[in-house]
């Protein structure tokens, strides 16, 4: 089962500029990070076997030029995108 560690988000709500950043440890830690909404935004992973690994790949998606202001989001409102871009159910968390 996976667990949500944290998500952020970028504050916007337009398809197009909308991102979201998530850390998700399962065995492993992975990050995953979608661009857009969540019926067509694209859902791109990566796996680390350390956090530190992980965080910096968050630190580096958080850098990256984007609209809005980043702000990290609260653990029990937290899934990561599923494989098609929408939000799909892991672990007990909900999503907002």
Do not use: C, F
Request: glycine residues 10%; hydrophobic residues 30%.
């Amino acid at each position: 089962m996976e667990e949500v560690v944290k998500r952020w988000w970028n504050g916007s709500w337009g398809r197009l500029t909308r991102r979201d950043v998530w850390l998700v440890r399962e065995s492993r830690w992975t990050v995953v990070a979608r661009a857009g909404d969540t019926d067509t935004g694209k859902v791109l992973r990566w796996t680390y076997d350390k956090r530190d690994d992980a965080s910096a790949m968050i630190e580096r998606l958080l850098r990256a030029d984007t609209a809005g202001q980043w702000r990290e989001q609260q653990s029990s409102s937290t899934q990561p995108a599923d494989s098609q871009g929408g939000v799909g159910r892991h672990g007990s968390s909900g999503h907002t």
